[in-house]
T-cell receptor, first 113, second 114 residues
Framework: GAVVSQHPSWVICKSGTSVKIECRSL??????MFWYRQFPKQSLMLMAT?????????EQGVEKDKFLINHASLTLSTLTVTSAHPEDSSFYIC?????????FGPGTRLTVL | AQSVTQPDIHITVSEGASLELRCNYS??????LFWYVQSPGQGLQLLLK??????LVQGIKGCEAEFQRSQSSFNLRKPSVHWSDAAEYFC????????????FGAGTILRVKS
């Protein structure tokens, strides 16, 4: 149990376009999901907390207008990177909370050309 | 402030040898503690967690960890390492009062030599 999926697993886009990443909890409902970014050879950096039915809470330094988060249902949260630029290229990982434990998705590799 | 320290950035062990990964935390309340493993290009997989009760917890992949309050430690152990255990291991403390946020250590990269 406690399976979290992400789609797509990788995406390549042109600079200036927007990209949407989906995070789904497959076998449980999650009121809270988290979005992380991970740079090579580094630990995870928390970007935002996504709560179903309410606005996301962003960490300091994360541009909320650039990284749009929508948690429309108890099993789906989406992260949209708007007007992507090469510096947004990274590995994005989501997690969903079940019984006080975060379960992570497999990650999405974003490359912006 | 809450923090997690994993003092070893890299560890190399021989296949079949035992493993201990160190983790120390700084947290004012009773901690929720986790160990996760990440293979290259993958998400994080939960190995085990400690919330309360028995301070020796068993997890998946033959792992165990011991919560030692006096040492502020939560070290991960495995009696015999397999080549497939090569990965990066993250210790984390859960901030329940902040909506289950996690504070991660920097990670320990495990290399297994045959």
């Amino acid at each position: 149990g406690a399976v979290v999926s992400q789609h797509p697993s990788w995406v390549i886009c042109k600079s200036g376009t927007s990209v949407k990443i989906e995070c789904r909890s497959l076998d449980f409902q999650a009121t809270t999901m988290f979005w992380y970014r991970q740079f090579p050879k580094q630990s995870l950096m928390l970007m935002a907390t996504s709560n179903e039915g309410s606005k996301a809470t962003y960490e300091q330094g994360v541009e909320k207008d650039k990284f749009l988060i929508n948690h429309a249902s108890l099993t789906l949260s989406t992260l949209t990177v708007t007007s992507a630029h090469p510096e947004d290229s990274s590995f994005y990982i989501c997690s969903a909370v079940r019984q006080d434990t975060q379960y992570f998705g497999p990650g999405t590799r974003l490359t912006v050309l | 402030a809450q923090s997690v320290t994993q003092p070893d950035i890299h560890i190399t062990v021989s296949e079949g040898a035992s493993l201990e990964l160190r983790c120390n935390y700084s947290y004012g309340a009773t901690p929720y503690l986790f160990w996760y493993v990440q293979s290259p290009g993958q998400g994080l997989q939960l190995l085990l967690k400690y919330f309360s009760g028995d301070t020796l917890v068993q997890g998946i992949k033959g792992c165990e960890a011991e919560f030692q309050r006096s040492q502020s430690s939560f070290n991960l152990r495995k009696p015999s390492v397999h080549w497939s255990d090569a990965a990066e291991y993250f210790c984390a403390v859960g901030l329940m009062e902040y909506g289950n946020k996690l504070v991660f250590g920097a990670g320990t990269i495990l290399r297994v030599k045959s």
